[in-house]
């Protein structure tokens, strides 16, 4: 515990320095940027894949320094936190090939750049962060590394959004600031892990530990946008694509989804949490909040809109399979962390990529948008039965998890929970996917159709088909060691056995 | 006194810069300007000086001809003096940089403002007795330096605006040391000293040292621009010209509360009831929502920034009623402490640095744009890269969001707060960091915000740019000393007399 190794600063240097060199170059100095983008996701790939291989075999990377006595910034990697940054460094690889190919000739690349590569600096940092404070530096991080992202066009209306995100974000940081120095003073610094040092004191202050977890919940609440604090998500839908991609899928909602399995798990511990009845709590408003966004969602025209409610859904799931105690549910909440990424990213590629090419945005434009665009259609429609639950995409196992626990649990009203909302997202998935296929075109826009040709740039089109596969595969092969749910169930086992 | 090492370094803190103020006044205006930064970086350098050699051989003093205290004076250097010393060093360095480059922008014809140097390195030299002041009628002598030494550098601009605010302030100022002195007499005729750590030692509990002390706070608080004594500061800092306002934000209105600090800690051990201190913290906590909120209200650039003057300084009042033992709290169970007044100390120095960028900044937009309607910003992401990122990592200093220096100071303000059990105070400090965050993105929005007409932004010499930014990757990189500050602050036996005797249980009787 107490070797030093600048691994996992490193691991955050890999994006944090070409961020910051990116908003230093000209606007006109592409192949620099790219460079520096590419090298930079390439290497942080590549760095965690070496840091998971050597913590498998049982290596530990530890890197602390003090800020002021009691606030120590340490970095130390846990099972959880690089299957985290694992599916953060992978998915911005993915995400960076598709920005350079959707800003094409857009203004402000730089900023752009520079600002994407902060925020995966931020959520690899959240992923890392080995004790509660240094969690909340990235996360607070995080909120300032997208805000740009989010009013990036400048134009009234994402300003406006630009506004509306930063109430709730640093509303709801705020409160988790109270949250986390209210936890230092009771309890002292508290590392990830340590779940004794809340099991000690509960008994003592039960009152100040209660009204803390609550602070702190719902701080990571607003940006697991559970209801009611969900408000800033379907506005920022003003983004472009990859940015909408990269906060749905892995770096906003997911740092809330993955603060609230820490605080469960690894602060306050599941004991703790179970008895006090702060999960019961937690489960009530995930559950609602599932129903909520999908109930939102039948009603939006606008594709990424009718997306973004699917987010505020979909990240409940997490929420709840973190307050079913029992490690089927626990498994299924971890292994959806990932398969939602996958599912929701290839989701958003696909809409960014029938705005990009044809200008479409409304669901009700969508008709036959499958013959024009078959692989991106054929990507989106397997992300889309995976969010339903259809075997054997990745979102059935994770709803297979989730239900199978709540059986064992005895929590029969959550099934009844799961079973409404797998019909809802058929009922709001499945219509995009009758238009894209099935719907004659509108006959104007087929003479735009050309034979020989990709359906849209390559850059565009590669990280649809490749997160689209990936969602089908991590089903597909759930059973083999290395996919994403025999690692969850690693990380499971090891809680349980606790 | 005797025992502690002696360095003739105090005295070349205060001498030096008087000297160089002096010389300058020789040198006609284009040369001045050049002697006047010399001396400033100069002055720096020995501050940085000064302050290492605090770091190694702990309180050094300097008796000017050796006369020792109570015939002679006593200039005594600790690590609070030094903490202090250095801020005003690393702060003021960059100011005169940019103050050299800007001042020359601005008045061409003259020489730009040739007054400004002598009065700047009297300011400094006061600012550095002050700090390095042993004994209340020094305290005294220095504030009234730099008193009139900051009133001459408001006006400096010679507009009505300035003149009328200058007006304001020298009132103000005057009120404030009339009353701080009225105390002084007080004390000094029931005591007969004025040493501080002679005062401390022989100060008696009763009706006239309880008003003295009173109206000693009374004045400081003037002085520092307390809640509901701020009025003075908003048209003050506004109208001056940018360097000076940061001048007058980071610096000058913290010599006030240096001494308050000092006095409530080292001195006022006898007298000060913990209902006083609620309601010097209840004056910080509505000065923070306050002047938070007039600050969002605000149409006009450098208003909004000296109103966040008023609601930080808010911040720093409000660790003085954990500093007093609620009734029936014994000094050893009182762990926050030092959390509490070290975190003040940080927080001082954040603050001084953030707040001196944004006033470098918002001069530069003004210099850039000619008014300085908030409206100004639109558009500035585009057209100067280097002061949006300047004003975006000083607002997120200020608002207290990590991992800045403000960060810091907030978080070892909200432990203390928790810690003593006056959770009251907590409510404040998230609703001022929401309101700072409002006027802070409010900005932030705008310099996002397409350009509405075609608004020319004219050239700014890149020097100014490059010194504000410079200082608000300070207020992120004085992170990393903190540790050590904090710990130099603690370790240090600052508080002789004061928090050790709170916790020996000496002083502060259970009223």
């Known amino acids: 515990m107490e070797t030093t190794s600048f691994l996992p600063l490193l691991i955050l240097i890999s994006s944090l320095v070409p961020g910051i060199m990116i908003l230093l170059l000209r606007e006109e100095q592409f192949a620099m940027r790219t460079f520096l983008n590419l090298f930079g996701a390439v290497a942080k790939v590549a760095l965690v894949g070496w840091v998971f291989a050597g913590y498998l075999s049982g290596e530990e990377y530890n890197f602390i320094f003090r800020l002021a006595p009691d606030l120590t910034f340490a970095l130390r990697l846990d099972a959880l936190g690089l299957f985290f940054a694992a599916l953060s460094s992978a998915l911005w690889l993915i995400t960076t090939l598709y920005a350079i190919g959707y800003l094409e000739g857009g203004l402000h690349r730089n900023r752009f750049f520079a600002f994407f590569s902060l925020c995966v600096t931020a959520s690899t940092g959240i992923a890392l962060s080995g004790n509660v404070i240094t969690f909340f530096i990235f996360y607070e991080f995080l909120t300032l590394s997208t805000y740009p992202l989010v009013v990036h066009k400048g134009t009234d209306e994402a300003v406006a959004a630009g506004r509306t995100y930063l109430w709730y974000t640093i509303g709801g940081g705020t409160i988790l600031f109270l949250g986390v120095v209210g936890l230092y003073a009771v309890a002292g610094p508290i590392y990830f892990g340590q779940t004794e040092i809340i099991a000690s004191l509960i008994s003592e202050y039960p009152t100040q530990l209660t009204i803390l977890f609550f602070l702190v919940l719902a701080g990571l609440g607003v940006k697991a946008a559970i209801f009611p604090l969900h408000g800033w998500l379907p506005v920022s839908m003003v983004a472009p694509a990859p940015v909408s991609a990269l906060l749905h899928a892995v770096a906003v909602v997911k740092a809330g989804a993955f603060g609230i399995v820490r605080l469960v798990y690894d602060v306050y511990g599941i004991g703790v949490a179970e008895e006090m009845n702060f999960l019961s709590v937690l489960a009530v408003f995930a559950a609602f909040t599932i129903i909520y966004g999908s109930v939102r969602a039948l009603y939006q025209n606008d594709f990424k809109k009718r997306l973004a409610y699917s987010t505020v859904s979909q990240i409940s799931y997490i929420a709840l399979g973190v307050a079913i105690p029992g490690a089927l549910t626990s498994t299924g909440a971890i292994v959806h962390l990932v398969h939602q990424g996958l599912m929701k990213i290839t989701m958003f590629f696909a809409a960014g990529n029938v705005a990009e090419t044809y200008g479409h945005k409304k669901i009700s434009e969508l008709n036959g948008i499958g013959r024009r665009m078959p692989l991106t259609m054929g990507a989106f429609t397997i992300a889309a039965f995976g969010m339903i639950g259809v075997p054997p995409v990745a979102g059935f196992i994770s709803k297979w998890y989730l239900g199978l626990g709540a059986v064992e649990a005895g929590s029969y009203w959550v099934v009844l929970v799961f079973l409404a909302s797998s019909a809802l997202n058929a009922a709001y998935f499945l219509p995009i996917v009758y238009r894209a296929w099935f719907c004659e075109p509108d006959h104007e826009v087929v003479e735009r159709l050309r034979s020989g040709r990709l359906e849209t740039q390559a850059l565009l089109l590669i990280p649809v088909v490749v997160t689209g596969i990936l969602s089908l595969t991590s089903g597909l092969f759930a059973a083999v060691t290395g996919s994403p749910l025999s690692i969850a169930r690693e990380i499971i086992e090891k809680f349980y056995l606790l | ?511």
């Open chain 2, 1 to 511: 006194m005797t025992g502690l090492p002696t360095s003739p370094l105090p005295a070349l803190l205060v001498g030096f810069p008087i000297l160089l103020a002096i010389l300058t006044l020789f040198f006609r205006p284009g040369v001045k300007a050049l002697v006047g930064l010399a001396g400033c970086l100069l002055t720096a350098l020995l501050a940085f000086i000064a302050f290492v050699e605090v770091t190694q051989r702990g309180t050094v003093i300097h008796t000017p001809g050796g006369w020792d205290p109570p015939l002679g004076i006593l200039l005594r250097m600790d690590a609070l003096a030094a903490v202090f010393i250095g801020m005003t060093a690393l702060v003021g360095g960059f100011i005169s940089l940019y103050a050299w480059r800007y001042l020359r922008a601005q008045d061409p014809a003259t020489g730009g403002y040739p007054l400004f140097w002598p009065l700047w390195l009297f300011l400094w030299a006061g600012l550095n007795g002050l700090f390095l002041s042993n004994d209340l009628f020094n305290l005294f002598v220095t504030i009234e330096v730099i008193s009139i030494c900051a009133v001459a550098l408001a006006v400096l601009s010679g507009k009505a605006g300035a003149l009328k605010a200058g007006l304001r302030y020298l009132l103000a100022a005057i009120t404030g040391s009339m009353a701080y002195l009225f105390g002084v007499a007080l004390l000094y005729g029931s005591t007969g000293t004025l040493d501080l750590d002679h005062l401390g030692q022989v100060l008696e509990p009763g009706t006239t040292t309880t008003f003295a002390l009173l109206v000693v706070t009374l004045g400081l608080l003037i002085k520092m621009a307390g809640f509901p004594f701020h009025f003075w500061l908003p048209p003050a800092h506004s109208n001056a010209l940018a360097p000076v306002s940061a001048l007058l934000s980071a610096l000058v209105v913290k010599g006030a509360f240096y001494i308050l600090l000092r006095l409530w800690m080292e001195v006022f051990g006898v007298g000060i009831t913990y209902a006083a201190g609620q309601l010097i913290g209840l004056a910080g906590a509505i000065a923070v929502i306050w002047g938070s909120w007039q600050a969002f209200m605000q149409t006009s650039l450098k208003l909004l920034v000296a109103h966040s003057s008023v609601a930080q300084l808010g911040y720093l009042l409000m660790i003085f009623p954990l500093l007093i033992l609620p009734p029936g709290v014994t000094a050893d169970s009182a762990d926050w402490l030092s959390v509490t007044w070290t975190g003040g100390v940080y927080q001082v120095i954040s603050h001084a640095i953030a707040k001196a960028s944004f006033f470098l900044s918002a001069g530069i937009v003004i210099m850039a744009v000619g008014h300085d309607r908030i409206e100004s910003l639109r558009d500035l992401v585009g057209n100067m890269r280097i002061t949006s990122m300047a004003i975006g990592l000083a607002g997120v200093s200020l608002i207290g969001l990590p991992p800045s220096g403000g960060f810091v100071g907030k978080w070892m303000l909200l432990k203390g707060i928790l810690l003593s059990g006056q959770w009251w105070w907590a409510p404040v400090v998230v609703a001022g960091s929401l309101l700072t965050a409002g006027y802070v993105f409010m900005l932030l929005r705008l310099a996002f915000a397409p350009a509405r007409e075609k608004e020319p932004f004219r050239p700014v010499p890149k020097t100014l740019e490059v010194v504000a930014l410079l200082l608000a990757v300070s207020s992120f990189l004085i992170v990393f000393p903190a540790d050590y500050l904090i710990q130099f602050l603690e370790n240090s036996e600052i508080f002789g007399s004061g928090i050790e005797a709170v916790l020996k249980g000496g002083f502060y009787g259970n009223d």
